[in-house]
């Protein structure tokens, strides 16, 4: 099972990425998302998502990280800029792992570098969490989550020149 | 050569968000960004990454999108969580091809889909056009510039606990 932990999110500022992280995490395997700050209306965004597309993914805010970390059974990699290569790190891991990871937003505590197992760089330049996260649940899993079928409401068809979806309510919209 | 074009900027609300789709580009090889409205603060601060980090890495903003689709000589691919499979196009495309990859905001004008020689999800769930672009570039250069040497001011070396940047005004700063 796989946990995205979410830290620094700030509701007003972070809205639009934190969100980008949340439904990244459940496009390409997470069970869960956890975010450090309380934020209903970020819950409301990524739960109507769910009840939409499908799937078993659930979202937790107010999050008390430190406890998140120590408690957590798995391992945890910290995503950062700073950390070692991806590339070496992922011959230690396997899809099936209990995995927490750790997602900052721009200044992360110090001691997040010491509670995780691994620190991990998508890069060593800066650019982006979201990036970070999917590609490297991508190079984890192989992409396998991401065409699995979720049993939603709504489901999308691979078009390779407009839009085919599916609402199972409503019939289908070409 | 890479080219990022991203549609359907809005400064106020997607500052953020086009930020982490233009360094991502960077990181990911794209040798340029084009941003359909003009945003000159969005200008400074992907320019001043470049200027600290290194590279040729250029940002052009208030680009005519659809002159600019039409006119560019490779081949060009729009994602959307609408298009085909990934895994089928990316058997059609070579890193060296010259490739214009599209990437939209919330709503694509309906054109953008026949213009685009493919029409591309990294998955057909919602999630994050900076995920698609970075997982999309990951694979198609198998992460060939994560690691390349930008010749920056400023150097980040991989470190399992902690960070290690190096300033060549400065000196080493553990």
Redesign the interface.
């Known amino acids: 099972m796989i946990v995205v932990l979410r830290l620094g999110h700030r509701p007003s500022?972070?809205k639009?990425?934190t969100t980008?992280?949340a439904?990244?995490a459940?496009?390409?395997g997470a069970a869960e998302v956890w975010v450090s700050t309380k934020d209903v209306e970020l819950e409301k965004t990524v739960n109507s998502?769910v009840s939409r597309?499908g799937g078993e993914f659930a979202i937790r805010t107010g999050i008390r990280w430190r406890d998140a970390i120590r408690s957590w059974k798995g391992k945890t990699v910290h995503l950062t800029?700073?950390?070692?290569?991806?590339?070496e790190v992922m011959r230690s891991l396997t899809p099936s792992s209990d995995l927490l990871l750790v997602v900052g937003a721009e200044k992360v505590p110090r001691d997040v570098?010491?509670l995780a197992d691994?620190?991990v760089?998508?890069?060593?330049?800066?650019?982006?969490e979201?990036?970070?996260?999917?590609?490297f649940m991508?190079?984890l899993t192989g992409?396998g989550?991401?065409?699995a079928e979720?049993g939603g409401r709504i489901?999308?068809?691979?078009?390779?020149?407009?839009?085919?979806?599916i609402d199972s309510e409503k019939g289908q919209d070409g």
């Open positions: 500022r972070d639009r990425v980008h992280v439904l990244t459940r496009a390409f998502v597309f800029m700073y950390g070692q290569r991806v590339d570098f010491d691994w620190n760089s998508v890069g060593n330049q800066p650019h982006s979201i990036a970070a996260l999917a590609v991508d190079r992409g989550s991401l065409y979720t489901k999308v068809v691979p078009n390779p020149r407009g839009k085919t979806v």
